[in-house]
């Protein structure tokens, strides 16, 4: 069964303004990665947060992880219209299951 | 230098024909995947493969094999196509399976 739901499934914004993602799963986790995908290309992994990490910062991108209610979210702060895109949150959950991804989020960034 | 390389981007063919996919990565990992992104952009994991073993999604016909020559190359082979396999197939690759993955650029397979 499917592990991540990302939501929402799309969001339009303006330059300037911040972008929040959120993912939520199902079963117990090892980590939650955030990829993106601009069209037409491969995803590229953006951050990676462990189960016991609270919160993590990477340049204007930042992801909190609340595993009592299996939950992500990921803020993209001062967007620019670079930052459209789709956004996928996956689960990874042992060293020898792969990662889940979820359906994503569109992301459009309006100059 | 391009970490996850796939041949070919794109990829138009007939029904019935059998293809080939290349994936090459020269990031030393040991782990190496297949998924498929359909029309929806969801992506499904077909096959991940670690060390000569392999674990294969259940739901992917058996029409698709994976084969690692080695360690670097995971190749896709896909016998009989069908129009449903219409999709954009990526490979990818990571250190270990719950690590961060890489990704090539995806190859555009159109079954007509």
């Known amino acids: 069964s499917q592990q991540g739901e990302e939501d929402p499934q799309a969001l339009s914004i303006q330059e300037g303004e911040n972008a929040t993602m959120n993912c939520s799963y199902k079963?117990?986790?090892?980590?939650l990665q955030w990829y993106r995908q601009n069209s037409g290309r491969g995803l590229v992994h953006l951050i990676l947060i462990r189960s016991n990490e609270r919160e993590k910062h990477s340049g204007r991108l930042r992801v909190t992880l609340d595993t009592s209610k299996k939950s992500s979210s990921l803020l993209i702060t001062a967007s620019r219209a670079a930052d459209t895109a789709s956004y996928f949150c996956a689960t990874g959950i042992s060293g020898n299951t792969p990662l889940v991804f979820g359906k994503g989020t569109r992301l459009s960034v309006i100059a | 230098d391009t970490a996850v390389s796939q041949t070919p981007k794109y990829l138009v063919t007939q029904m019935g024909n059998d293809k080939s996919i290349k994936c090459e990565q020269n990031l030393g990992h040991d782990t190496m995947y297949w998924y498929k992104q359909d029309s929806k952009k969801f992506l499904k994991i077909m096959f991940s493969?670690?060390?000569?073993?392999?674990?294969i999604n259940e739901t992917v016909p058996n029409r698709f094999s994976p084969k690692s020559p080695d360690k670097a190359h995971l190749n896709l082979h896909i016998n009989s196509l069908e129009l449903g396999d219409s999709a954009v197939y990526f490979c990818?690759?990571?250190?270990?399976?719950?690590?961060?993955?890489?990704f090539g650029p995806g190859t555009r397979l159109t079954v007509t």
């Open positions: 079963t117990s986790i090892n980590n």
């Open positions: 493969y670690n060390n000569k073993e392999l674990i």
């Open positions: 990818a690759s990571s250190q270990d399976a719950a690590f961060e993955q890489y």
